[in-house]
């Protein structure tokens, strides 16, 4: 199991007009799988140390205060939503003292995944000089952060009355947040997807929210709602509701062949949802007898694949997958975007253990994972890829960009197969 440890050491500290930060001063090391998150180099003394020396009740506030969205708020692959890195980086503690940037997201394997990088705060005399990327378990993160956020109320206590107020709100807060019953989670879990604070919302806004959480399909929930935030997730429930009802009215009763080939598919089990991804495709190119060519959705081999293409509710939202059929509604792309999507509604359609509908969005998911991987190896299978870059000539770009064109693919969709199977070209960047 991946390790992580935050160990500090209380200090005395310099007299300062906010004795509540002045008593909690630490030297605090936090070390990921052996790593030293906090090694910096302090330019004043041409030295180089393993700590930094923080006041812990900022690091317990800020924790306390983003404590659902660390567990449930998931990362976008390409845009984050306003404030997301505020909620989720370590370094935004730090009010006016310096932590490091290490950020803590929900990984699509059920892990937490922690990040951290190099940098010098502006006007500042010391300078992290290590980064990282590992995943730990969660249940071992929340256990070491809670013990952070527990020494901190344990070390005021102990200086009596003198921030009674302080030691009262974060005390409370953090009791608020531990208390929680099984249906108070669950509406802290459907704010935090949002971006949204679950303890200081309007009470029509959290009625609303509690509205479109429990009608809402609970195969798509967390997906969309993921997707989803502050400004628009109000009118996704009426578009949900209307691109289902237009599909079914539109397509019913086509493509129900695909699922005699769906379920004439071996059963897979995978640990990682990409593996399943990729496995699922080949299952499926070996049973319709595709070659190692580029996938024809328009072949004779294989059922028609319908689809509508719509407006979304969101840019994080890229399609709808009714639940007996991979007939969807696609965000108007065209050419290989509009290929890669629809090869996703195929991934999302196949890979289901039941029958429910399915939600294509940019998110870092366990879903959305599996159907881009899905997507990749069927368009543009690794073991076709292998051979071709052997057998190419020429420089890396124009063998990605060959590949590209054979397959009908993105570059970046080759680049990825290279670099997640390990292919002969895998330093392509």
């Not at 909690?24 to 790593?35: D, K």
């Not at 049973?287 to 059922?303: A, I, K, Y």
């Not at 629809?342 to 399915?358: H, N």
Request: aromatic share 10%; with cysteine.
């Amino acid at each position: 199991m991946m390790t992580i440890h935050f160990e500090f050491d209380w200090v005395d500290a310099d007299p300062s007009p906010d004795m509540a930060m002045n008593q909690t001063m630490a030297q605090l090391s936090i070390q990921v799988a052996g790593e030293t998150v906090t090694s910096v180099h302090d330019h004043t003394r041409d030295t180089y140390r393993d700590h930094v020396v923080v006041p812990l009740l900022s690091m317990a506030q800020w924790l306390v205060s983003n404590w659902c969205h660390i567990w449930h708020e998931i990362p976008d692959r390409y845009r984050q939503k306003y404030g997301f890195e505020q909620r989720h980086t370590l370094a935004f503690a730090g009010d006016g003292f310096i932590f490091p940037k290490l950020t803590m997201t929900p990984s699509v394997d059920g892990k937490q995944k922690l990040q951290w990088t190099c940098w010098q705060p502006d006007h500042a005399q010391i300078e992290f000089i290590t980064s990282g990327k590992e995943y730990v378990d969660s249940n071992q993160l929340q256990a070491k952060l809670k013990h952070v956020i527990e020494a901190v109320l344990d070390r005021m206590n102990s200086f009596g009355h003198q921030h009674g107020a302080i030691v009262s709100d974060l005390k409370e807060s953090w009791q608020a947040v531990e208390t929680l019953d099984l249906e108070e989670r669950e509406f802290c879990r459907a704010a935090a997807l949002l971006g949204m604070d679950p303890f200081h919302l309007h009470q029509d806004t959290a009625k609303t929210i509690i509205n479109f959480w429990d009608h809402t399909e609970s195969s798509i929930r967390e997906d969309i709602w993921a997707s989803l935030e502050e400004a628009n997730f109000r009118e996704a429930f009426s578009w949900l509701d209307h691109t289902w009802k237009t599909l079914e009215r539109n397509y019913a009763g086509s493509e129900n062949e695909w699922a005699a080939i769906r379920n004439g598919l071996p059963t897979m089990r995978m640990v990682k949802p990409w593996k399943q991804g990729y496995a699922l495709a080949r299952c499926l190119r070996h049973e319709l007898g595709c070659g190692d060519g580029w996938f024809n959705f328009t072949s004779s081999r294989q059922p028609a694949l319908s689809y509508w293409k719509t407006d979304m509710p969101s840019n994080r939202v890229e399609g709808f997958v009714l639940a007996d059929t991979p007939i969807c509604a696609i965000v108007r792309k065209e050419g290989v975007a509009e290929r890669f999507l629809l090869a996703r509604a195929l991934g999302d359609y196949i890979g289901r253990s039941e029958t429910r509908p399915g939600i294509l969005t940019t998110m870092d998911t366990a879903r959305q994972a599996q159907s881009r991987a899905f997507a990749a190896e069927l368009l543009a299978p690794s073991n076709s890829l292998r051979p071709r870059l052997a057998d190419h000539k020429g420089t890396d770009e124009e063998v990605i960009n060959d590949l590209s064109q054979e397959f009908k693919v993105s570059d970046l969709v080759i680049k990825h197969q290279i670099k997640n199977h390990n292919l002969t070209r895998s330093s392509v960047s």
